[in-house]
């Protein structure tokens, strides 16, 4: 059994391997010979984000059918009759129109460009009476009707266990023996590292360090089932961030709607007052501020252990949120000075190429050379319109190929405003020639570079004051450790230490075995709970 992070790594590698191909352009593994993975494992547990994930990663399209939509006609095709000559006799016979499905691939394929990726089916084994012996078909030969998932395309099914669904319907040993099968598990651990990138309400993984027991549920009472999921956790994390921005109370009958299990949803509203609460009481942004952390300190010393957990996930959060942001500010002036490099380049080309044509008219050359120089803003606005169109254009592409993360959109969005700002820019000013041009571009360049500098020490000193709090408060005791662990293993936190430092970091790691610690520190939350 695997947690839905491990299942991730080996569809991961599957698929490279699938579609690597030889010398001769042909795929190592044949096409005939790519096992379709088969992903079995609770509902919720986050199998669609996943492929999304893999698609983003390695840069290939995803398309994704939920099978229990589907009939006979849509996922095989419309039947028609066709007329056909065989032997000098004509006959009529029966044909299907192109799956829906398949058509999906190549519509992916014509508008984003991308001729390689995975072609994902949910809930596989619960397809309607009708359609389940064309769905063994298509799982050994890739086939719905007459038409072939095109080649480049690697099939990834899921399902849910018979426990789960009543409409499951279980595989024969014939199409089992053809698949690839991982079976997956609900794991808070892996989970969590999930919600922090997503930014879900701290409030949650608070309740959820206290209460891991609650991540995932399924009882059959007597009146039904009852039943808590990941996405349930998810979703109702980005409502309650809504309800806060409008400054709407958060109470049962909301949380109910997400989470279908009475003594979860009581007690997680009643946590959730609490963690009200203690932001009030605690006054985060002044502990990270450096300004009198000593009342808070002596609050916190006092507290219970659930109340200093969630002290911690309130104080780790807000600063590996503004962290997290000053990582995606990084990525998007990396990828915006590669814009300035080639703007740079271009006008300085222009600028050689004005002087060779200078060279080659002495006589009224001189009215040709004032006029180019008037229209370098003109100029610079093509090459930068060029620029925003290839951005737009690539980002649709990665749009329509279902391989475009959020954390992608954001930075691309951003680059695509600053190239428009210059575009705005050149149009109302009438740059004399490429030298204040280019210079116009390296101001703006350098402003922004300026505030991310700003912002990355701003980072620094909060990180530096969380780190003393913890230390004046607690010493070298569990909240140290969990302070230590989640700048270790938060991804986005690990790499601005390793970019910029952090001498806090850095002595309170080598005093303490955190590797050691980990388990004991776990084990003993336990036994609290």
């Not at 290939?60 to 099978?67: F, N, Q, R």
């Not at 006799?89 to 999906?104: F, G, H």
């Not at 309740?207 to 990941?230: C, H, S």
Request: glycine share 6%.
């Amino acid at each position: 059994m695997l947690n839905i992070k491990q299942a991730k790594e080996y569809i991961k590698d599957s698929v490279k391997l699938y579609l690597k191909k030889d010398e001769e352009g042909e795929y190592r593994i044949p096409v005939v010979r790519q096992r379709p993975i088969f992903l079995l494992g609770a509902p919720g547990i986050g199998k669609t984000a996943v492929m999304e994930q893999i698609a983003q990663e390695l840069g290939i399209a995803l398309v994704s059918y939920s099978m229990t939509h589907h009939t006979r006609q849509s996922a095989l095709g419309l039947p028609f009759i066709a007329h056909k000559e065989y032997d000098g006799l004509s006959y009529d016979v029966s044909e299907y129109t192109m799956s829906e499905i398949i058509a999906s691939v190549y519509d992916v394929m014509k508008d984003s460009g991308i001729k390689e990726g995975i072609l994902f089916l949910d809930e596989i084994n619960c397809v309607s009476e009708t359609l389940a012996p064309s769905m063994l078909q298509f799982l050994q030969y890739k086939v719905f009707g007459r038409h072939k998932v095109p080649e480049g395309w690697v099939i990834v099914t899921a399902g849910n266990p018979p426990e789960y669904n009543k409409s499951v319907r279980e595989f024969d040993v014939v199409t089992l023996d053809r698949m690839k099968i991982l079976e997956v598990e609900a794991d808070y651990g892996v989970w969590k590292e999930y919600a922090r990138n997503r930014n879900l309400h701290t409030a949650i993984l608070n309740y959820l360090d206290l209460k891991k027991e609650d991540f995932y549920l399924v009882e059959t009472t007597v009146r039904g089932k009852n039943y808590i999921t990941a996405r349930g956790w998810e979703d109702l994390s980005e409502m309650i961030l809504l309800y806060e921005e409008e400054d709407m109370k958060v109470e049962e009958t909301l949380v109910e709607q997400y989470l279908r299990n009475p003594r979860v949803v009581k007690e997680f509203t009643a946590y959730y007052d609490l963690y009200q609460k203690y932001k009030k009481d605690y006054h985060v942004e002044e502990i990270l501020a450096g300004k009198n952390p000593a009342s808070a300190g002596e609050k916190a010393r006092k507290a219970d252990f659930d109340e200093r957990l969630s002290l911690m996930g309130m104080l780790i959060e807000r600063v590996q949120h503004d962290i997290r942001e000053n990582m995606e500010k990084l990525d998007y002036l990396n990828n915006l000075l590669v814009h300035m490099k080639a703007l740079r380049n271009a006008a300085q080309e222009n600028d050689r190429g004005e002087d060779t044509r200078m060279e080659g008219s002495a006589a009224g050359g001189q009215d040709k050379h004032i006029q180019d120089t008037v229209s370098v803003s003109g100029k610079m606005r093509i090459l930068l319109e060029k620029q925003i169109e290839g951005r737009q254009k690539g980002m649709e592409a990665l749009q329509k190929a279902g391989s475009l993360s959020e954390r992608e959109r954001r930075k691309q969005r951003k680059v695509i405003r600053f190239l428009q700002d210059c575009e705005k820019e050149f149009r109302l000013r009438d740059v004399q020639n490429k030298d204040e041009a280019v210079q116009l571009l390296k101001d703006r360049y350098d402003h922004e570079v300026a505030g991310y500098r700003q912002e990355t020490g701003e980072v620094g000193q909060k990180l530096h004051y969380l780190f003393a709090f913890v230390e004046d408060t607690f010493g070298a005791g569990n909240e140290m450790l969990i302070l230590l662990t989640e700048c270790t293993v938060n991804q986005d936190c690990a790499k601005f230490i390793s970019m910029y430092g952090s001498e806090d970091y850095k002595r309170h790691h080598e005093d303490m075995m955190v590797s050691e610690r980990s388990d004991m520190l776990m084990q003993q939350i336990d036994l609290v709970l």
